[in-house]
């Protein structure tokens, strides 16, 4: 399964990589809202991992939830987005407190449905 990494932090990227890699997954890593369009459409992406820092990066949810309404995504954010994103709740959406932490963030991948498919 492919899977896209909006505004990932760059020190951590390298080894989510690897991860998915070895699960014979593909990861793509976007740092803009455009750039994570882009991979949507050019690519079969099954689950969307969003950093949220301010409200323009929650944009894209409205992208996802209208043009891949399927696709899994978890979103990192810190408490005080709660409220922007719980206006999201049409989609297939987990939210993670950020900071990041790779441990959590590999199980949350493991426990979606899809990838239990394909891993």
């Known amino acids: ?3 896209l990494f909006i505004n990932c932090e760059p020190d951590i990227a390298e080894e989510i990589e690897d991860y998915i890699w070895a699960h014979k997954n593909q990861a793509f890593f976007a740092r803009t809202t455009e750039a ?9 992406i099954g689950f969307v991992v969003l950093n949220i820092y301010n409200l323009r990066d929650a ?9 891949y309404r399927d696709t899994e ?5 810190s ?12 989609g297939r ?27």
């Open 36 to 44: 994570a369009i882009r991979s949507l459409n050019q690519h079969e």
């Open 73 to 77: 995504v978890l979103i990192l954010a």
């Open 79 to 90: 408490q005080e987005y709660d409220e922007i994103i719980s206006l999201f709740k049409t």
């Open 93 to 119: 959406y987990h939210v993670m407190r950020q900071p990041l932490h790779l441990s959590e963030l590999k199980q949350n991948i493991l426990s979606s449905s899809k990838c239990l498919e394909e891993m």
């Open 1 to 3: 399964m492919n899977m």
């Open 59 to 67: 944009a894209i949810l409205r992208y996802i939830n209208e043009h």
